[in-house]
C-alpha cells in the first residue's frame, strides 16, 4: 500500500484523525462507534495508560484515575494526578498520540510517511515549543505542526475552491475554547483572538441547566456519596449533549432525567436554547471582529468565513455571524472534522513542493525564524555555525621583513594577504570594535593590552617625580638641622 500522511487534530475535548493524499483525504475512525475519539486518558491498576473510548469507559468506576481536558494543561509543571501517581501532561498527550498512530496503521496497514499535527494559532512560542515535545515523546519528533485556521482554510479552500489570495476569517468554536484567526495566502494576519473559557462545553450546561429548571430542580437529588448518582450524572451529561445536536434540526426534543427510583423526561425547545445561549454567540462574534480589527480588516472585505469545530453547527452561532459579515458563511457537514482533513491537505502540498529557506513567522507580539525547515527537518538539534578557522599562512620566500627586498606588508586589516598563486582563503574572524568589547567572564580579569612606547614614558615620568620629592625631602631635613 502506497504510502500516506496523517494528520491529527488533538483538541481538549476531543481527537481527529485522517489520512491520504494530495489526491483523496479520509477521515480515520478512532472510536469505537464514532469517527473521533474522546480526549481521556486513565490509568489502570497495574500502571498501564488507557486512551479514548477505553479510558472514558472509566470514568464512572475509576474517576480518580481518569484525566480530561489534558491539553490545558500544556506546559503546567504540576503533574496531573491518575490514582497514586502523577504523570507529567506532555506524557499523557503524548499517549493520546500513539494511540491515534496505532490505530492509523491499524486501518491503512502500514505507518505514515508524514505527520502533520495541529495547534491552535493563539499559542506562543513556548506552548509551540512544549507540543514539539509531546510529538518527539511520541515517536513523532520529525512531525510537521501547523496552526488550525491554516489547516481548515486549507481544506476548505480547496473543497470550494475558494480563492488561496483573498482574506477569510476562521471561527473554530470547540468543545472548551473559541478562537478567531484570518488567513491570507496560508498565512495568518494579524493576532489570532482566543477565549479558552467558551465553546461547547457552555452549551451543554446550558442545556442541562434547562432541564433542572423546567424539572423543579431535580438534579438537587442527586446524592455524591451515593455509588448510583455517578453513573446517572454520566448518563445526563451524554443527554445534554445529544439533545444540544439533535435542536441543530429538530425545533424541540425530549430529555430524560433518570434520578435513583424516578424517571422525568423534560421537553426542551430551540427557542428556549438558543435565547439561553445567546451570550456565548455574542462572545464568539465578538472574537471574530477582534480577530478582524488586528488583521486591519472590515467585515465586507472578506471573502468567506469558515465555521469549524463541533458546535459550529449550532444554528444561533450561524446566525449570529451572518449579521455580522457580509461575507458568504461556510458550514462543512461535519465541522469537526475540517482541521484534520486540512493537515493532510497541508502536509502533502509540503511534500510536494520544492524545499524553501525559512521565512520570519509573525505571532502578533514578536517575530520568530525557524530554526529548521519544518516540512524536511530531521532532528531537533539546533546547529551553531562557529566562523570558519583561516588557513595556515604559507611562508613567502624572501628575506624577513625590514631587509632590502623584504616581502610587501600585510593586506587588509586582520590578516597577511594570500602569497602569490594561492587560492585566497576566508579572512579570520575578529568582532568589530575595541579590542576587548565584552564583559570579563566570572572570575576571569580581562586581559591587560600589551606595554608599548606609552607605557615605557610613564615609568620613566614616575621615577623623575619620586627622585624630586625625595631631594626636596632631604634639602628640607638639612635646612631644618642646620637652623
Same mark, same amino acid.
Given at each position: 500500500?502506497p504510502s500516506y500522511v496523517l494528520g491529527v487534530d488533538l483538541g481538549t475535548t476531543t481527537i481527529a484523525a485522517a489520512a491520504g493524499d494530495a489526491d483523496r483525504v479520509d477521515m480515520v475512525?478512532? #472510536?469505537? $462507534?464514532?469517527?473521533? &475519539?474522546?480526549?481521556?486518558?486513565?490509568? $489502570?491498576?497495574?500502571?498501564?495508560?488507557?486512551?479514548?473510548?477505553?479510558?472514558?469507559?472509566?470514568?464512572?468506576?475509576?474517576?480518580?484515575?481518569?484525566? $480530561?481536558?489534558?491539553?490545558?494543561?500544556?506546559?503546567?509543571?504540576?503533574?496531573?494526578?491518575?490514582?497514586?501517581?502523577?504523570?507529567?501532561?506532555?506524557?499523557?498527550?503524548?499517549?493520546?498520540?500513539?494511540?491515534?498512530?496505532?490505530?492509523?496503521? %491499524?486501518?491503512? #496497514?502500514?505507518?505514515?510517511?508524514?505527520?502533520?499535527?495541529?495547534?491552535?494559532?493563539?499559542?506562543? @512560542?513556548?506552548?509551540?515549543?512544549?507540543?514539539?515535545?509531546?510529538?518527539?515523546?511520541?515517536?513523532?519528533?520529525?512531525?510537521?505542526? /501547523?496552526?488550525?485556521?491554516? =489547516?481548515?482554510?486549507?481544506?476548505?479552500?480547496?473543497?470550494?475552491?475558494?480563492?488561496?489570495?483573498?482574506?477569510?476569517?476562521?471561527?473554530?468554536?470547540? +468543545?472548551?475554547?473559541? *478562537?478567531?484567526?484570518?488567513?491570507?495566502? !496560508?498565512?495568518?494576519? !494579524?493576532?489570532?483572538? &482566543?477565549?479558552?473559557?467558551?465553546?461547547?462545553?457552555?452549551?451543554? *450546561?446550558?442545556?442541562?441547566?434547562?432541564?433542572?429548571?423546567?424539572? !423543579?430542580?431535580?438534579?438537587? *437529588?442527586?446524592?455524591?456519596?451515593?455509588?448510583?448518582?455517578?453513573?446517572?450524572?454520566?448518563?445526563?451529561?451524554?443527554?445534554?449533549?445529544?439533545?444540544?445536536?439533535?435542536?441543530?434540526?429538530?425545533?424541540e426534543v425530549p430529555v430524560p432525567l433518570l434520578l435513583p427510583g424516578r424517571h422525568v423526561d423534560v421537553t426542551l425547545t430551540r427557542a428556549a436554547f438558543e435565547a439561553r445561549v445567546a451570550?456565548?454567540?455574542?462572545?464568539?462574534?465578538?472574537?471574530?471582529?477582534?480577530?478582524?480589527?488586528?488583521?486591519?480588516?472590515?467585515?465586507?472585505?472578506?471573502?468567506?468565513?469558515?465555521?469549524?469545530?463541533?458546535?459550529?453547527?449550532?444554528?444561533?452561532?450561524?446566525?449570529?455571524?451572518?449579521? %455580522?459579515?457580509? =461575507? @458568504?458563511?461556510?458550514?462543512?457537514?461535519?465541522?469537526?472534522?475540517?482541521? =484534520?482533513?486540512?493537515?493532510?491537505? /497541508? +502536509?502533502?502540498?509540503?511534500?510536494?513542493?520544492?524545499?524553501?529557506?525559512?521565512?520570519p513567522i509573525e505571532d502578533g507580539r514578536t517575530t520568530l525564524t525557524p530554526l529548521r525547515r519544518d516540512a524536511d527537518a530531521e532532528d531537533r538539534t539546533t546547529a551553531v555555525r562557529r566562523?570558519? &578557522?583561516?588557513?595556515?599562512?604559507?611562508?613567502?620566500?624572501?628575506?624577513?621583513?625590514?631587509?632590502?627586498?623584504?616581502?610587501?606588508?600585510?593586506?587588509?586589516?586582520?590578516?597577511?594577504?594570500?602569497?602569490? +598563486?594561492?587560492?585566497?582563503?576566508?579572512? %579570520?574572524?575578529?568582532?568589530? +570594535?575595541? @579590542?576587548?568589547?565584552?564583559? @570579563?567572564?566570572? #572570575?576571569?580579569?580581562?586581559?591587560?593590552?600589551?606595554? #608599548?612606547?606609552? $607605557?615605557?614614558?610613564?615609568? /620613566?615620568?614616575?621615577?623623575?617625580?619620586?627622585?624630586?620629592?625625595?631631594? =626636596?625631602?632631604?634639602?628640607?631635613?638639612?635646612?631644618?638641622?642646620?637652623?
Amino acid at each position: 500500500m502506497p504510502s500516506y500522511v496523517l494528520g491529527v487534530d488533538l483538541g481538549t475535548t476531543t481527537i481527529a484523525a485522517a489520512a491520504g493524499d494530495a489526491d483523496r483525504v479520509d477521515m480515520v475512525p478512532l #472510536g469505537d $462507534r464514532a469517527v473521533l &475519539a474522546p480526549a481521556v486518558v486513565a490509568r $489502570r491498576p497495574d500502571g498501564a495508560l488507557l486512551t479514548g473510548d477505553r479510558a472514558a469507559r472509566r470514568v464512572v468506576t475509576e474517576p480518580d484515575r481518569v484525566a $480530561r481536558e489534558v491539553r490545558r494543561r500544556l506546559g503546567d509543571p504540576t503533574p496531573v494526578l491518575l490514582g497514586e501517581r502523577g504523570e507529567p501532561a506532555t506524557d499523557l498527550l503524548a499517549a493520546m498520540l500513539r494511540g491515534v498512530l496505532d490505530r492509523a496503521v %491499524a486501518v491503512r #496497514g502500514d505507518r505514515p510517511s508524514r505527520v502533520v499535527l495541529t495547534h491552535p494559532g493563539s499559542w506562543g @512560542p513556548y506552548r509551540r515549543g512544549v507540543f514539539e515535545e509531546v510529538a518527539a515523546a511520541a515517536g513523532l519528533a520529525d512531525a510537521l505542526t /501547523v496552526p488550525d485556521a491554516q =489547516a481548515a482554510a486549507r481544506h476548505v479552500g480547496a473543497a470550494r475552491r475558494l480563492d488561496a489570495s483573498a482574506p477569510v476569517a476562521v471561527l473554530d468554536l470547540g +468543545g472548551t475554547s473559541c *478562537e478567531a484567526s484570518v488567513m491570507r495566502g !496560508g498565512a495568518v494576519v !494579524g493576532t489570532p483572538v &482566543a477565549d479558552e473559557r467558551l465553546g461547547g462545553a457552555d452549551l451543554d *450546561e446550558a442545556v442541562g441547566a434547562l432541564v433542572d429548571e423546567a424539572s !423543579g430542580g431535580l438534579l438537587a *437529588e442527586f446524592d455524591p456519596e451515593d455509588p448510583s448518582s455517578g453513573p446517572a450524572l454520566a448518563r445526563f451529561r451524554a443527554d445534554c449533549v445529544a439533545a444540544k445536536e439533535a435542536l441543530s434540526v429538530d425545533d424541540e426534543v425530549p430529555v430524560p432525567l433518570l434520578l435513583p427510583g424516578r424517571h422525568v423526561d423534560v421537553t426542551l425547545t430551540r427557542a428556549a436554547f438558543e435565547a439561553r445561549v445567546a451570550p456565548v454567540a455574542a462572545r464568539a462574534v465578538a472574537a471574530l471582529r477582534e480577530a478582524l480589527d488586528g488583521a486591519s480588516l472590515r467585515p465586507d472585505e472578506l471573502a468567506a468565513v469558515l465555521l469549524v469545530g463541533g458546535s459550529a453547527r449550532v444554528p444561533l452561532v450561524v446566525s449570529a455571524v451572518r449579521e %455580522a459579515v457580509a =461575507a @458568504p458563511v461556510v458550514v462543512e457537514a461535519n465541522p469537526d472534522h475540517v482541521v =484534520a482533513l486540512g493537515a493532510v491537505r /497541508v +502536509g502533502a502540498g509540503a511534500a510536494a513542493a520544492p524545499a524553501a529557506a525559512p521565512e520570519p513567522i509573525e505571532d502578533g507580539r514578536t517575530t520568530l525564524t525557524p530554526l529548521r525547515r519544518d516540512a524536511d527537518a530531521e532532528d531537533r538539534t539546533t546547529a551553531v555555525r562557529r566562523p570558519a &578557522a583561516p588557513p595556515p599562512r604559507a611562508r613567502v620566500a624572501g628575506p624577513p621583513p625590514g631587509r632590502p627586498g623584504a616581502a610587501p606588508p600585510p593586506t587588509g586589516p586582520f590578516r597577511p594577504g594570500p602569497p602569490p +598563486g594561492s587560492v585566497p582563503g576566508p579572512p %579570520a574572524f575578529r568582532p568589530p +570594535g575595541p @579590542p576587548y568589547p565584552y564583559p @570579563p567572564r566570572q #572570575g576571569v580579569p580581562p586581559p591587560s593590552p600589551p606595554a #608599548g612606547p606609552r $607605557r615605557s614614558r610613564r615609568v /620613566v615620568l614616575l621615577v623623575l617625580v619620586v627622585l624630586v620629592v625625595v631631594v =626636596a625631602l632631604g634639602a628640607g631635613l638639612v635646612l631644618l638641622l642646620g637652623g
